[in-house]
């Protein structure tokens, strides 16, 4: 089993690595200059941390908080955003794009030959990946970022799903959270290909960065696993008030409204405000996902409505009873406190069972 997570740790974080090191030479490719190599040195913050993480938590995760995603989202992000900054001077041609792949075709035929007829196999599998990088290097550019969007997407969804999980997090909830993400990640990719493709706004640098900030913003929510995991409180003099208990009562669903409200869905529709009604840019699908926002922030401000109605209530129905109002998240310590009364009432009824019975008051 130690051996399935230190595998799990490493092979995930070797892909981080990889798709990491694809948009670094991407960067390079497309700017034509050498110095952007160095945004590859990033990727050692994730070799620091995956070492940290087999000498001190043997391979599994922290709670509440993954580094490993974090620091993938430090090292990849960079690249995406010179990318997409630069995406605005590329333009696809379909026949000279034809033309590179038939000529990188024949390129490869014909080193496929020679290897055959003088050179040995070593020299055959040489040539076939020069030719096969040659091959890629010909597709268009707004593909390779697109194609770079998806797979960063997967690789968190994946990604976070091939990590050791720690003892704080049970699989039940680990799958929430990867069908929470998969959803997620949908509606960030939808909102950066489909906004960003807009003519009127490649043209303009300035909604260009204010796009990518936002992307950037909604995508810090993948390292936090909150979304599933209540804070543990204690049944302490700070923690009985009020908000203290409603953060404790109900810290996923608060968190997950909060998402919606401050890091995507309220971000997402703001941006989209802005371009219909300073900008004056309109489509179908701006105004179809403009509305589809303003829908799920109305949602999530019914649902914080809603339980924070239960709350109330919840609280007036235990003062009416005259008990404490101790945090609901620890069934255990209550449990055993309820235990001990059982005990102690069961008690007193079998050493006393006669008197009992007959002073009890009916109940009519």
């Known amino acids: 089993m130690e ?7 490493l092979v ?33 913050l994730l070799c620091l941390e995956t070492g940290l993480t087999l000498k001190f938590k043997q391979g599994r995760g922290y709670k509440w908080f993954s580094p490993a995603i974090f620091l993938y989202l430090i090292c990849t992000v960079p690249s995406l955003w010179l990318l997409e900054i630069h995406h605005g001077t590329q333009y696809c041609g379909n026949e000279p794009g034809a033309v590179q792949v038939n000529v990188s075709n024949q390129d490869f035929n014909q080193s496929r030959d020679s290897s055959h007829g003088s050179e040995g196999t070593d020299h055959h599998i040489i040539q076939t990946a020069k030719v096969f990088v040659n091959q890629l290097s010909t597709i268009c550019e707004t593909v390779w970022t697109l194609a770079l969007h998806q797979t960063f997407l997967l690789l968190l969804v994946v990604g976070r799903w091939l990590l050791p999980i720690g003892v704080e997090i049970t699989r039940d909830q680990l799958s929430q959270l990867l069908l929470m993400f998969v959803g997620t990640a949908a509606d960030i990719l939808e909102f950066a290909s489909e906004t960003l493709d807009i003519e009127d706004v490649r043209n303009n640098y300035v909604l260009i960065n204010a796009i990518l900030a936002v992307w950037t913003w909604s995508m810090l929510q993948f390292p936090l696993d909150l979304a599933v995991q209540h804070i543990g409180c204690k049944p302490a003099a700070s923690t009985r008030r009020i908000p203290s208990l409603l953060l404790c009562r109900y810290s996923a669903e608060l968190w997950n409204i909060g998402v919606s409200l401050f890091i995507q869905d309220g971000p ?54 005259g008990e404490v109002s101790c945090c609901p998240c620890e069934p255990y310590e209550a449990n055993i406190h309820a235990t001990d009364d059982q005990d102690t009432e069961m008690k007193e009824f079998v050493a006393f069972p006669p008197k009992e019975e007959s002073q009890a008051p009916s109940i009519d």
Do not use: C
Not at 36 to 44: E, F, R
Not at 274 to 279: A, D, K, P, R, S
């Open 3 to 9: 051996l399935m997570v230190l595998l799990n740790a």
């Open 12 to 44: 995930t974080r070797l892909l981080f690595v990889l798709h990491s090191l694809i948009g670094v030479w991407r960067v390079t490719a497309v700017k034509k200059e050498p110095k952007y190599w160095l945004l590859a040195l990033l990727n050692l």
């Open 268 to 321: 997402f529709f703001i941006v989209r405000s802005i371009l219909m009604g300073h900008f004056g840019i309109f489509n179908q699908m701006l105004v179809f996902f403009t509305a589809k926002n303003i829908l799920v922030v109305t949602l999530q401000l019914y649902r914080l409505a809603v339980v924070t109605l239960d709350f109330r209530a919840t609280i007036l129905q235990k003062s009416r009873k």
